[in-house]
């Protein structure tokens, strides 16, 4: 409890604030601000300017889906309190697109709709992103993606044999599945020492082209492919799938998609009698794999972009600001690519408005978006900036395990080609 | 005003009224003690306050506000390892062997020591000059010669997209053991390489893309166990790998051979 003298000296402390605080908002009152009709909402004591997020909030994909949108929030908060942008108050406008396309581009129509909105957090699908990336772009609306990992949404359908930019306004910060598919099976056929491979996607934009990138590399590897089948996402029951894998000769399974079908599916193998390794890329690293694996998922594997976020010193802030934060869902696994994202595009309206003479232009839209292609800073994740595609320059990957009931990290790659 | 001390000295308050038993016999150690007291009072005194004043300087210094510690910077954070490219083997390396030099690089942090370098491939061995361990400081950058030696035709990649460099790292805080992907140009000219010293035998080249059919043709009994019998790729005209410029464009890229297995949009 406080002595006496201070709480005297803490009243004190409170009516100099007031007062200065007072001045402040009466000499900000009696500046100027002209928007003309630019992004942005002039609140009478400077400018709104709404970061949109789009991400499952609700459905299977929840824990991922929350994450992001909690990161985005503390990016938020901390340029407000930091004043990072002189006269802009950042507001966030989370959206649910429960990993559907059809309601992602609902979405992305709704956020075009808003003229305060001038830069867009998210999807987590690569499908649901495929299906919003031209409503962006047509309204020059930037979007930044923490998680989306298909090549095609940067470098083009045609990214295998001719990599070839489609939109100027769609960034991510996620590394893509043309290394991350290769990087699982150099460390399963390499280092784990699996040899043949039953391979499983759900026929998502985002499974099938992941587990066909890591087939590739497998096979290259010497890896033997024994068996395919595609499953159903909307299902649980995967009996029919796991009596081939039992009757297989296969040594590991790997699993393109997500971990509401990837934990059941791991722990139907088990029970099965088959104790083989599930493997999976970073829509299967998720606490609530292991959840719903239960204790035969151990042993299991996962990839996910980056190096574990708690073992990089730029990340320490952003973990103890969560915490402090009181969010109480986990950040997962595209916690600090979130906060990269949203801070890539408050780096951008910041030097927008910078190079505007302290205002938002009439296109401030179109600015944000022709910024963010320059936009460098050292965040959370580490260094932040794009190249030629809108892929992120910093492209790392780890393998977890799942021991003792958490994913612990065994081995990380960086891509430095 | 209520004073509670007395107004004039008590009874036994004044110096002469003190017991006079009590006052130091001549001669005794007590009054040695006195007489040396007396005549070094004032350096005494001087003394006591310079202790007084070190110990709370010592006691401030040691519960001053310190400055947060650094955060403990794991050692793959700062190095970087970048593929430069092809290089000539060492005359002393043996044959089916490959050179290309890397370049490591330390970012700003402690200090690290790379204490192993290795590739991933059981059929292939590495060394590298200079030989590990090394230290790297911040601004350190260094080329690296790495040779590999095909010790096994049978088992090594066909076509690999994205190998390994593995490089063990140590600071005061971890070790890493930390995989490098030098990228497609370092993949082309590693496949190019093993291709090129395997080539004159049929028997034991590496795995094509139809990589199941090969195991099954070419079992374990394809390797060279006598290195006598080995084809000979040191010569100058052999060597591997053959990279210039000009080869390059004769490769498969990573690019062409993953475009039949990737889907259309799912």
Not at chain 1, 45 to 69: C, E, F
Not at chain 2, 250 to 256: M, P
């Amino acid at each position: 409890m406080p002595g006496k003298g201070l709480i005297v000296r803490q009243r004190s402390l409170i009516a100099i604030t007031a007062a200065l605080a007072a001045g402040a908002l009466t000499l900000t009152a009696c500046g100027s601000r002209d928007e003309g009709g630019s992004g942005g909402s002039d609140n009478g004591g400077g400018t709104t300017v709404v970061i949109g997020v789009d991400a499952p909030l609700t459905g299977d994909l929840t824990a991922l889906g929350l994450g992001i949108k909690n990161s985005v929030d503390l990016a938020v908060k901390t340029a407000n309190k930091d004043k990072y942008v002189d006269g802009v108050t950042f507001e966030i406008q989370a959206l649910d697109d429960q990993g559907q396309p059809s309601s992602g581009q609902q979405n992305a129509t709704k956020l075009v709709a808003d003229e305060k909105v001038l830069g867009v957090v998210g999807p987590l699908n690569s499908s649901v992103a495929e299906s919003m990336q031209k409503v962006f772009d047509d309204a020059k609306l930037v979007e930044v993606s923490p998680a989306n990992t298909n090549p095609a949404l940067t470098q083009g359908p045609n990214w295998q044999t001719k990599k070839e930019r489609v939109y100027d306004s769609y960034f991510r910060t996620a590394t893509t599945d043309a290394i991350q598919g290769p990087f699982a099976a150099q460390y399963v056929y390499n280092d784990a020492k699996k040899k043949k491979v039953f391979v499983v996607d759900d026929k998502k934009t985002y499974g099938a082209g992941l587990a066909s990138t890591f087939t590739a590399e497998f096979k290259e590897l010497g890896g033997e492919v024994v068996g395919t089948e595609h499953v159903n996402p909307d299902t649980k029951d995967f009996s029919a799938v796991v009596t081939k894998i039992k009757n297989s000769d296969a040594d590991v399974v790997y699993y393109g998609g997500e971990y509401p079908v990837a934990g059941p599916l791991s722990k139907q193998i088990k029970k099965a009698g088959k104790d083989i390794p599930l493997v999976g890329g970073d829509g299967i690293y998720s606490a609530d794999f292991i959840k719903l694996a239960g204790t035969e998922g151990t042993g299991d594997l996962a990839t996910s972009v980056g190096a574990p976020v708690e073992d990089l010193p730029s990340a320490k802030e952003f973990v103890a600001n969560y915490e402090a934060e009181g969010y109480k869902e986990a950040y997962e696994a595209y916690g600090g690519y979130s906060y990269d994202s949203a801070w890539a595009i408050i780096e951008a309206v910041k030097k927008v408005v910078e190079d505007n003479d302290g205002k938002l232009p009439d296109d401030a839209r179109a600015k944000v978006t022709e910024a963010m292609q320059n936009v460098s800073f050292d965040g959370v994740t580490g260094k932040v900036s794009f190249d030629e595609f809108g892929d992120a320059t910093n492209k790392q990957l780890t393998v977890y395990s799942v021991e003792g009931g958490q994913w612990k990290p065994v081995k990380s790659g960086t891509y430095t080609g | 005003m209520s004073g509670i001390s007395p107004v004039e000295p008590g009874e036994g308050t004044r110096a002469g009224d003190a017991d006079p038993d009590s006052r130091p016999v001549p001669g005794t150690p007590r009054q040695r003690l006195t007489e040396w007291y007396t005549r070094h009072r004032r350096p005494m005194l001087a003394g006591a306050s310079a202790a007084v004043l070190l110990a709370g300087g010592g006691s401030f210094y040691a519960t001053r506000d310190k400055e947060p510690e650094p955060p403990a910077v794991h050692p793959s954070q700062t190095v970087r390892v970048t593929y430069l490219g092809a290089e000539s083997p060492p005359p002393s390396a043996p044959t089916r062997s490959f050179s290309f030099a890397v370049r490591v690089t330390a970012l700003p942090g402690p200090p690290v020591t790379v204490t192993r370098i290795s590739q991933p491939y059981a059929a292939v061995s590495l060394t590298s000059a200079p030989r590990p361990p090394f230290s790297a400081k911040a601004g350190f950058a260094r080329k690296i010669v790495i040779t590999m030696h095909v010790m096994d035709c049978s088992h090594v990649p066909g076509n690999a997209g994205l190998p390994f460099l593995d490089v063990t790292l140590r600071n005061t805080n971890a070790i890493d053991n930390h995989s490098f992907i030098l990228g497609e140009r370092y993949a082309q000219d590693v496949s190019q390489a093993l291709r090129a010293g395997c080539a004159d035998d049929p028997e034991s080249s590496p795995k094509p893309l139809n990589t199941t059919e090969i195991i099954r043709a070419h079992p374990a009994s394809s390797h060279y166990p006598d290195r006598a019998n080995q084809p000979e790729f040191r010569s100058s005209t052999h060597r591997v790998p053959l990279c210039n410029t000009s080869c390059h464009n004769k490769r498969v890229t990573a690019s062409d051979r993953l475009s039949s297995a990737f889907p259309a949009h799912a």
